[in-house]
């Protein structure tokens, strides 16, 4: 059994990571920080509540950390978390820098411990289901990839504010952006050029509530976006190729259900309704050819399956620090190119070494 201690009990702790701990054979969610409370008590009986970091790393049961806090905090806790040689587990972004990544892995190193980013958007159903269309070579060679994540938020969200401030990490580039060019990372490689804008499109704000990115590689555009200012709703992907399109709206639902419960019990989890699934149209034998795709099951319980079966020496990590130094480094090319009005060349030499 792998005990593991759940730094933070806000959006990222609550509605993810103790669901998902609790719901993986052979993992437990045996502690928390909480500062003041004593809410993921009343949620999870037996679980041992303490006051601060240290205070859980002085808890030698443990065998995992799960940071959980808001971003601009990742850097300074999860050092203290390594240099006590413990496994760790850090909700995205890892780090508001490459530089800071870049420091942690090399203190993973020499720890000889692991370091994992949380980047559960490998499982999401729509992604999955994207990753399989192209593995078929369904739309013939792909020559546009549109992914958005939208949402319809005017106003700051007063219960966590931190997501507003930019010197705390937020922002929708590295809370949303992150999620949407690590799954173009890892469908395409690292691309040659980027080009962005970042945008406040809500009233009063100092921090970026909108964004569209555009990846260039040979032959292939990849255009990423995401707007709190979306009342209608654009399609999660949108993809050309020379045989023909797909599109899918409605975004992966695993969220919205793991926000109702303390674990996952339905035999049916992460299954799309028919109605949500995306559409294919293709031309076969000189005849247009529109059919609905049937979606993959979601499951964000196989990244904790993964962090299980890697601290047990059965398989890799199902993510690494290394994927998480590219989407970093990625947005800091976004940020330059927004703010320069051109498109930035991906220098990718400066890579660190993993593992």
């Known amino acids: 059994m792998i005990r593991a201690g759940l730094v933070g009990f ?13 719901s993986v054979e052979g993992m437990e969610l045996a502690a928390i920080v909480e500062r003041s409370s004593n809410k993921a008590e009343q949620r999870y009986p037996g679980i041992v509540t303490y006051r601060n970091l240290e205070a859980m790393l002085a808890d030698a049961s443990l065998d995992l950390i799960v940071l959980t806090t808001p971003s601009g905090t990742h850097y300074e806790m999860a050092r203290l978390v390594l240099e006590a040689g413990k496994n760790l587990v850090v909700d995205k972004p890892l780090c508001t820098a490459s530089a800071q990544i870049a420091e942690l892995m090399r203190l993973a190193r020499s720890r000889g411990v692991l370091l994992a980013p ?10 999955l289901t994207v990753k399989k269309l192209l593995a078929e ?7 546009w990839f549109e992914s958005t994540l939208d949402r319809w938020r005017p106003a700051a969200r007063k219960d ?23 799954q173009a990372l890892m469908l395409f490689g690292k691309p040659e050029r980027v080009g962005a804008e970042l945008r406040c499109e809500r009233s009063g704000q100092t921090v970026n509530d909108a964004f569209t990115v555009r990846l260039h590689y040979p032959e292939l555009e990849v255009v990423l976006g995401a707007t709190s200012l979306s009342a209608l709703e654009r399609p999660r992907f949108y993809l050309r190729g020379t045989k023909g399109n797909y599109w899918k709206w409605a975004v992966d639902k695993q969220e919205a259900e793991l926000s109702k419960i303390t674990r996952i019990t339905d035999p049916a989890w992460g299954r799309e309704p028919s109605a ?8 076969a034998d000189g005849a247009v050819v529109t059919q609905p795709v049937e979606a993959i ?12 079966d890697a601290l047990l020496d ?12 590219r989407v970093a480094r990625l947005m800091e090319w976004v940020e330059a190119s927004s703010q320069e009005h051109r498109d930035i060349t991906c220098d990718w030499s400066g890579e660190p070494i993993w593992p």
């Open 10 to 22: 806000g959006l990222g702790g609550r509605v993810f990571h103790a669901p998902l701990l609790s």
């Open 118 to 127: 949380f980047h559960n958007r490998h499982w999401d159903g729509d992604y």
């Open 137 to 143: 070579d369904a739309l013939g060679r792909l020559v």
């Open 160 to 182: 966590r504010l931190w997501k507003e401030d930019p010197a705390s990490g937020g922002g929708v580039l590295l809370d949303l952006g992150t999620h949407l060019a690590d």
């Open 276 to 283: 949500n699934w995306g559409t294919l149209r293709v031309e």
């Open 297 to 308: 099951p979601g499951d964000y319980r196989q990244y904790y399956v993964g962090i299980r």
């Open 314 to 325: 059965r398989a890799p990590a199902p993510t690494t620090p290394l994927e998480a130094w």
